[in-house]
């Protein structure tokens, strides 16, 4: 009796045991499902970047000195603009004026503008704009030929769009057809000082300098993506320029600057009248109200 | 004279107890077995930023990549993401006050009102934990003053992570009644079961991915972020079921 008794107790055990382990395993009852549906968010963006405190206002200058150091020595200043910029319409103004521009010279009285170079380098070419415009001048930078064609050299060129034919064998030695081309080098110096293959003179050559600088921006954005090649760019200007800004105040101008559609840039001729002043050829200005209006916010 | 029953005489006396033993004992080694020891938890996630390609720009070329700088901007890096996406004690439910101070004085008032781009913010609440993934400062550059000096770095950082979302709350469940009529005062008074919350949008993994370009100022022995351009990409996964009707048997 007793050993039946333990048979049983053992087989009850087991088949207890085995129950329980059948249960544990059992799976939930299937159901077919629907694929997943992945939907993606909207890749939502944000930036910020320090305020530039606007208008602000900056002479950009181009010394006819050939090795004379980023400060342009004692040359005259051929290249003579004013930017300005408005950064919350992030978009401005290029005032271009004629090197032959009959104005007053700070302690040296009227003369032909670039000769404020010659006189008292950048400092007394900020003076004499100032006094000419009404227009704070906050910061400047100025080139000579040699650091000129070395800073397009290290850029890479510039791509511009060269508007009509320069042949210009004796004085630039610009030899360009109308089109898209990459300028760096000698050829970028030629095309910027190019006066005689032009329509209009010293007024073409001015502004076709300002198409320059527009292409330049056009560059500067396009190779920017990748944001540390700002620092290249900054590089650049502080080896072959003398300029002004503070290297905090060029991160931020540099980060505007990515911002800014070159196509709302006005590029503004100051235009005059030609005439004399003795024997001297001088542009005698005409610019009504505009310099009132860009000093106004950066814009004609 | 008796006649033994062939099975007992089969399950002789030693040979039942030893099936018996083995049977019990098996069954009771079982139940006594103490349960296996807990794995130790996995170390809690924490950012570790590795830096691809550091680059100093000197207008002297002087060829020299600042080494100390590069590890300055990795630990301020490597903070803001432990704040911002990586480890929830630091989350704050959302408002993740402490990246703030990753960022300089000017900055920090955009740090608030771009939480949702520069960190979790709203999507914290809802996420159990994060998984990071890619870590990387793919780009940094650093400028030289002429006289030596790093002020000034810019970093390209590319960071993704998966998401474990948080569980629905489950609806409370109703205690069956033994009868229709049988109330008891307790039963009276407790409150009806609310109605199931409805199930949240988000389940399942969610891999997120942030771009960020940081500028950055040097400030004493630290760097901090004086700019930024951020992108913040996250893909639900909404997890759709529907039971197949049975099929009705043809009569």
């Not at chain 2, 009529?181 to 199930?199: E, G, I, L, Q, Y």
């Amino acid at each position: 009796m007793k050993k039946t008794l333990l048979l049983v107790a053992a087989i009850t055990i087991l088949v207890a045991d085995f129950w329980h382990l059948a249960l544990a395993q059992e799976k939930p009852p299937a159901t077919k499902k629907k694929p997943a549906a992945i939907e993606v968010h909207k890749v939502q963006h944000s930036e910020w970047y320090q305020e530039v405190a606007g208008p602000l206002f900056m002479l950009v200058l181009g010394s006819d000195a050939r090795q004379a150091g980023v400060d342009g020595g004692r040359g005259r200043c051929d290249a003579i603009h004013l930017v300005a910029i408005n950064p919350a319409a992030k978009a401005g103004t290029i005032l271009n004026f004629p090197r032959d521009s009959f104005v007053d010279v700070p302690g040296h009285g009227p003369n032909r503008i670039n000769t404020a170079c010659f006189f008292g380098g950048p400092d007394l070419m900020v003076r004499t704009m100032t006094q000419l415009t009404g227009i704070p001048i906050h910061y400047y930078a100025i080139t000579e030929f040699t650091h000129f064609r070395a800073l397009t050299e290290e850029l890479g060129g510039v791509e511009v769009n060269v508007p009509y034919r320069m042949n210009d064998p004796v004085g630039s030695g610009a030899d360009f057809q109308p089109g898209l081309q990459v300028l760096a080098g000698e050829q970028a110096l030629r095309f910027n000082r190019n006066r005689h293959a032009t329509p209009a003179g010293d007024f073409s050559r001015t502004e076709n300098q300002a198409l320059f600088m527009l292409a330049s921006l056009a560059k500067f954005q396009k190779e920017t993506v990748d944001a540390t090649r700002i620092l290249d760019y900054i590089r650049v200007a502080r080896r072959h320029t003398q300029i002004t800004v503070p290297l905090p105040e060029m991160i931020k101008l540099a980060s505007l600057a990515r911002q800014i559609d070159p196509a709302s840039m006005h590029s503004i001729l100051v235009s005059g009248s030609t005439g004399k002043s003795g024997d001297a050829s001088v542009v005698f200005l005409h610019p009504t109200d505009l310099f009132a209006r860009v000093r106004d916010d950066a814009l004609p | 004279m008796v006649q033994r029953n062939h099975t007992v005489t089969f399950l002789s006396r030693p040979f039942a107890l030893l099936i018996a033993c083995l049977v019990l004992g098996g069954t009771a080694c079982d139940r006594l077995q103490p349960p296996p020891a807990p794995s130790p938890p996995p170390p809690p996630p924490r950012a570790d930023f590795r830096v691809v390609e550091p680059r100093g720009v000197d207008p002297l070329d002087r060829g020299v990549v600042p080494q100390a700088d590069v590890e300055m901007v990795t630990a301020v890096i490597n903070q803001y993401y432990n704040i911002a996406f990586i480890q929830p004690d630091k989350w704050e439910g959302g408002k993740h006050l402490g990246v703030t101070h990753t960022f300089t004085a000017e900055a920090q008032p955009q740090v608030l009102t771009n939480l949702n781009t520069l960190a979790l913010g709203e999507l914290a609440p809802g996420i159990e934990r994060v998984t990071p993934g890619r870590q990387e400062i793919s780009r940094v550059a650093f400028f030289f003053e002429n006289d030596g000096s790093v002020p000034i770095a810019i970093a390209e950082v590319n960071f993704d992570a998966t998401v474990t979302v948080k569980a629905p709350p489950q609806p409370a469940k109703k205690t069956p009644s033994k009868s229709p009529s049988s109330k008891t005062p307790a039963a009276a008074a407790s409150p009806a079961p609310s109605p199931s919350p409805s199930p949240s949008p988000l389940a399942g993994p969610i891999k997120i991915v942030h771009t960020a370009r940081f500028w950055l100022s040097k400030q004493g022995e630290t760097y901090k972020i004086s700019a930024f351009a951020v992108d913040l990409k996250a893909d639900t996964i909404k997890i759709t079921t529907k039971k197949t009707p049975k099929k009705k048997g043809k009569r």
